[in-house]
T-cell receptor
Framework: EAQVTQNPRYLITVTGKKLTVTCSQN?????MSWYRQDPGLGLRQIYY???????DKGDVPEGYKVSRKEKRNFPLILESPSPNQTSLYFC?????????????FGDGTRLSIL | QQPVQSPQAVILREGEDAVINCSSS?????VHWYRQKHGEAPVFLMI?????EQKGHDKISASFNEKKQQSSLYLTASQLSYSGTYFC???????????????FGQGTTLQVKP
């Protein structure tokens, strides 16, 4: 089954403790992206990647890191999480450059930073 | 710059029609529409590319007016299953091509009542 898989689905952690949210897709998609969703603000793009070893900042990249060493994986790294990063996070992937093609979203990761 | 969606929320009775608008202060290259049900991931509805096209499937259609930098989503004879939050996403024109960035509006909550 074609899917985007995020792990973990839920995480409660403390300020400053490094964490990684994994994202994996099995559709051989070139484009992958991370979003955070907060009430009233919609989906805001954190980082995106057009292909392996090619990443770029979205609208809200501060406090986050990403890497794209393999086509299927696009982990989101919070080196020193803070409470303002408490949010619902979605990973998405699409064929090509993400503009002409639909984005397929993972089920989301709800992150709480205390 | 985040696209602006209007209205922010709408309540309908089954069978009524609705229009959701998405406006951008920047030139648009493409517009995406997604629907998100509570607690779930956004699901793709359609993509419109510059050229003033109109697309649709079933009783949901959309238009894209490149000159006015806006898109509208039309829901005809609404059903209970149409309830959810609708997001438009836009990719701005950058140089000779797209930016690769997808910026979403803040969302429009649609509730369809029996």
């Amino acid at each position: 089954e074609a899917q985007v898989t995020q792990n973990p689905r839920y995480l409660i952690t403390v300020t400053g403790k490094k964490l990684t949210v994994t994202c994996s897709q099995n559709m051989n998609h070139e484009y992958m992206s991370w979003y955070r969703q907060d009430p009233g603000l919609g989906l805001r793009q954190i980082y995106y990647s057009m292909n392996v070893e090619v990443t770029d900042k979205g609208d809200v990249p501060e406090g986050y890191k990403v890497s794209r060493k393999e086509k299927r994986n696009f982990p989101l790294i919070l080196e020193s999480p803070s409470p303002n990063q408490t949010s619902l996070y979605f990973c998405a992937s699409s064929v090509s450059d993400g503009v002409y093609q639909p984005q397929h979203f993972g089920d989301g990761t709800r992150l709480s930073i205390l | 710059q985040q696209p602006v969606q209007s209205p922010q929320a709408v309540i309908l009775r089954e069978g009524e029609d609705a229009v959701i608008n998405c406006s951008s202060s920047k030139a648009l290259y493409s517009v995406h529409w997604y629907r998100q049900k509570h607690g779930e991931a956004p699901v793709f509805l359609m993509i419109l590319l510059k050229g003033g096209e109109q697309k649709g499937h079933d009783k949901i259609s959309a238009s894209f007016n490149e000159k006015k930098q806006q898109s509208s989503l039309y829901l005809t004879a609404s059903q209970l299953s149409y309830s959810g939050t609708y997001f438009c996403g836009s990719d701005g024109v950058h140089g000779s091509g797209n930016t690769g960035k997808l910026i979403f509006g803040q969302g429009t909550t649609l509730q369809v009542k029996p």
